[in-house]
């Protein structure tokens, strides 16, 4: 997992945990409206949604 807190030691890139809150909201938001805006999925959308953009954040700052 990443520690979205924590600094990188190569970049010194700190997360921003306000930003990554603001991106999950708009995924989840995004496959909410996908579905036809139907309620009812909305912690399944937030888990889905947070676990994409982890994946993404750690591609971003991933060390190669």
Same mark, same amino acid.
Do not use: P
């Given at each position: @997992? ?9 970049? #010194? ?8 809150? +603001? @991106? ?9 409206? +996908? ?7 909305? @912690? ?9 953009? #982890? #994946? ?9």
């Amino acid at each position: @997992m990443i520690d979205f807190n924590s600094e990188q030691e190569s970049n #010194k890139v700190v997360f921003d945990e306000g930003k990554f809150r +603001k @991106m999950v909201t708009e995924r989840a938001y995004s496959k909410f409206k +996908k579905r036809g805006g139907i309620g009812g999925h909305d @912690m399944e959308d937030w888990l889905e949604a947070e676990s994409e953009i #982890k #994946k993404q954040c750690f591609y971003w700052f991933h060390d190669e």
